[in-house]
């Protein structure tokens, strides 16, 4: 689950991970995001029940008015409440269809009213043979990870950040080709860092990532890409991004978890600062 408050009139939401466990801490969380912001979108990447988990919760606090989602038809055996929430949310009007290069005010419009928020999507080609298949495999009950966007956030001389969801190492290497992969600083590496979502080689060359963060599958099953700096979410825990002209100021939930490859500028604005990435 991220979150983003961005330095426009702008709050965004990607996916969605709030437990009985740390529900009311996450949604404390969120009301400060929030905080003074005219506009709160939520992404939904896919979904997986990993990605939903809380949606009911969420969307009784905050009151989703935008859903951005790929437009599909995804069916799952047994449905939870988070699911049923999903697809009440997907079909409705509240919902607004992603593809690449999408326009949407103020999400990467401007008008009088607001500035945009920096988001952009990258994929999916809508008319892509590979991209429908997994639509109709999603259709089919089958796995939905390949329905993923990939999501980039830009700040104006400051950080490039994406997000792919939990595409497949396979389905990536069909695609690689479709898609002007755009030099980033922070990459979230798909499918929770697992082997079965490991970033071709050829994709990383392009985008050429200063940070890929891990996330927090069983480490038996993550790639920890060792020829690139990563900070690895199982051993860090919750990650703090302060983005800010030319600088990000790195923290997170370990008050232990160390790195060798950020700069020291002596940050203090959340607690447990590990460094500064040059962006």
């Known amino acids: 689950m991220f979150s983003i408050r961005h330095n426009s009139d702008n709050c965004t939401i990607i996916d969605c991970s709030i437990s009985e466990g740390n529900e009311n801490r996450l949604l404390k969380e969120i009301d400060k995001q929030r905080e003074g912001k005219g506009i709160t979108r939520f992404i ?3 979904p997986d ?3 939903l988990e ?3 919760a969420l969307d009784d606090h905050i009151n989703i008015l935008n859903f951005y989602v ?3 038809s995804a069916t799952k055996e047994v449905e939870t409440n988070d699911f049923k929430r999903y697809k009440k949310l997907r079909d409705g009007d509240k919902a607004f269809y992603i593809f690449r290069d999408c326009k949407r005010r103020w999400m990467n419009q401007n008008d009088d009213e607001r500035d945009s928020s920096g988001i952009n999507i990258r994929w999916p080609i809508t008319s892509n043979k590979h991209f429908k298949d997994a639509l109709k495999d999603a259709g089919d009950g089958k796995s939905p990870n390949n329905i993923s966007p990939v999501i980039t956030y830009s700040l104006n001389n400051g950080v490039d950040m994406a997000w792919f969801g939990d595409l497949e190492t396979d389905f990536m290497e069909e695609i690689k080709g479709e898609i002007s992969w755009p030099n980033v600083d922070i990459l979230f590496a798909p499918h929770h860092g697992r082997d079965s979502g490991k970033i071709p080689k050829s994709i990383l060359e392009e985008m050429k990532p200063k940070i890929l963060v891990v996330g927090e ?3 038996k099953n993550l790639n920890y890409y060792r020829d690139y700096n990563t900070i690895t979410q ?3 825990r919750s990650i703090y991004f302060e983005c800010v002209a030319n600088w990000v100021h790195i923290y997170v939930g370990s008050s232990t978890y160390k790195v060798d490859f950020l700069k020291d500028k002596a940050a203090s604005t959340y607690t447990n600062y590990i460094g500064s990435l040059d962006v």
């Open 70 to 72: 790929v437009n599909n």
């Open 49 to 51: 029940q990993d990605h």
């Open 234 to 236: 199982n051993s860090a």
């Open 44 to 46: 939904s990447t896919h």
């Open 217 to 219: 599958a069983p480490s």
């Open 54 to 56: 809380g949606l009911v």
